[in-house]
Nanobody
Framework: QVQLSESGGELVQTGGSLRLSCVAS????????VTWWRQAPGKERVWVAH????????AYVDSVKGRFTISRVNTNNTFFLQMTNLKPEDTAVYYC???????????????WGRGTQVIVSS
């Protein structure tokens, strides 16, 4: 059974930084693309970033380009979302996910974490 566990979400001021982590309890982690999505209050869950099995070719939604960085450490079954210059509109529950390829990472991850709350105060 695959389990994903996020951490790192908290209350931060505008302009601050956070690093979200996701640990995957599973075999063959390095065969999956990893992804982060977020869901703001009253809105749908939307894709934020993904990277392929090797950690190369990251992709980001336009609103976070230049501010967020996705990375992974396959030997530790862990991946991250480094967030800098945070804005109030980044406030959301952030979900980590795994997908069989980058297309699915962007559209329909196979596995989800439970989410971690990020609140950016103005």
């Amino acid at each position: 059974q695959v389990q994903l566990s996020e951490s790192g979400g908290e209350l931060v001021q505008t302009g601050g930084s956070l690093r979200l982590s996701c640990v995957a309890s599973m075999r063959f982690f390095d065969r999956y693309a990893v992804t982060w999505w977020r869901q703001a209050p009253g809105k749908e869950r939307v894709w934020v970033a993904h990277v392929d099995w090797s950690g190369n070719n990251p992709a980001y939604v336009d609103s976070v380009k230049g501010r967020f960085t996705i990375s992974r450490v396959n030997t530790n079954n862990t991946f991250f979302l480094q967030m800098t210059n945070l804005k109030p509109e980044d406030t959301a529950v952030y979900y980590c996910g795994l997908a069989e390829d980058v297309y699915d990472a962007h559209t329909r991850p196979k596995y989800w974490g439970r989410g971690t709350q990020v609140i950016v105060s103005s």
